[in-house]
Every structure is written in structure tokens, then in C-alpha cells.
């Protein structure tokens, strides 16, 4: 994605300026990037003790170290990688779904689950995660 930003920014250089660019990225810096997440994650988990956003909580337990998420996503916000129509014979019918607040309501009309807007254990996407895999098995 970082080396695809730098492309696409030397693309629209040329396209202005008639002039080429060489672009360059370091692996690492991408990879450090991207670590910031967890990162933060296991500062969070030395403060805390869990995080739960992940399927471990409230059940589980958690080491000295960010559990693997499976197919949750961690990071913060609730999601799940789901299988979509045809997944039995299309090895790319799987979406990844974060939920979040602001969309909450408008997700569960779509899921055809409007009685979870007023119900206690699912009124917000942070609501306790013990409810966390109802949303999505």
C-alpha cells in the first residue's frame, strides 16, 4: 500500500509536469508502519491486563503478549472476516466487516436484527464483547 501511494503520487507528477520520478520504499518503514497497532495493543494489554476486542475476552485468558486475532481484527474497533454468497466455490468470497458506533443502527437494520438497536447486550458496537461472536456466527 505505501509503495502503491508513492506510484500513484509520481503518476499524477507526471501527469502535471510531463517529468518521471524513481520511487523508492523501504520495507521497513512499511513493516514499522504497520506495527504500530499492535504496538499500541500491547501497551493497552500491559495496562490492562485484556483487550476486548479481542475473542478471548471476557472468557479467556491473556499472556504477557497480543494474542493472534484470528479472524478477528483487533485494533480497536469490532470485526470478522465473513463468507459471502458463493464461498463454497470462490476462493475470494469473504469480506472483512469492522462495525463501528456511529454506524451501529444502520448495521443492524441491514443484518435484519433491528430488535438488537434497543437490546442492552447489543445496544452499541462496544457493547460487552461477551456478545461479540453473536454478531457474527
Known sequence: MHLLIGLLAALLHREKTGRGQRVTMSMQDAVLNLCRVKLRDQQRLDKLGYLEEYPQYPNGTFGDA????????????????????????????????????????????????????????????????????????
Do not use: M
Open 66 to 137: 497480543v494474542p493472534r486475532g484470528g479472524n478477528a481484527g483487533g485494533g480497536g474497533q469490532p470485526g470478522w472476516i465473513l463468507k459471502c454468497k458463493g464461498w463454497e466455490t470462490d476462493p475470494n468470497a469473504y469480506i472483512y466487516f469492522t462495525i463501528q458506533e456511529q454506524n451501529w443502527e444502520n448495521t443492524c437494520k441491514a443484518i435484519g436484527k433491528p430488535e438488537w438497536i434497543t437490546d442492552p447486550a447489543y445496544s452499541t458496537a462496544h457493547a460487552p464483547t461477551a456478545t461479540y461472536f453473536r454478531y457474527f456466527c
